[in-house]
């Protein structure tokens, strides 16, 4: 990946050339980008797991969810897990 990175980039326009761009910086810099990304929708994924939460908490809830699925023309042929993670 490093080398992929370097390519689209010229060294010259990195500290030292590029001597200093190692996999841990690399690494760094994509995680703190992906918590930046997270965070931006983080409160979706929450609304997203307590809609599922409620829909999961009977079985007549899901029943009623499914009812409504197929009165619009949604398909429903996947399973939530029934285990929400925090």
Aim: aromatic share 6%.
């Amino acid at each position: 990946m490093i080398e992929r990175i370097l390519n689209k980039i010229t060294p010259r326009s990195l500290i030292l050339g590029s001597k200093l761009f190692h996999m841990r910086c690399s690494a760094h810099i994509v995680n703190l980008i992906v918590k930046e990304g997270l965070s931006t929708i983080a409160a979706v994924i929450e609304n997203i797991r307590l809609s599922v939460g409620y829909w999961k908490a009977t079985p007549k809830r899901e029943e009623k969810f499914i009812e409504t699925c197929a009165q619009v023309n949604i398909s429903y042929d996947k399973k939530t897990c029934s285990r929400l993670q925090d």
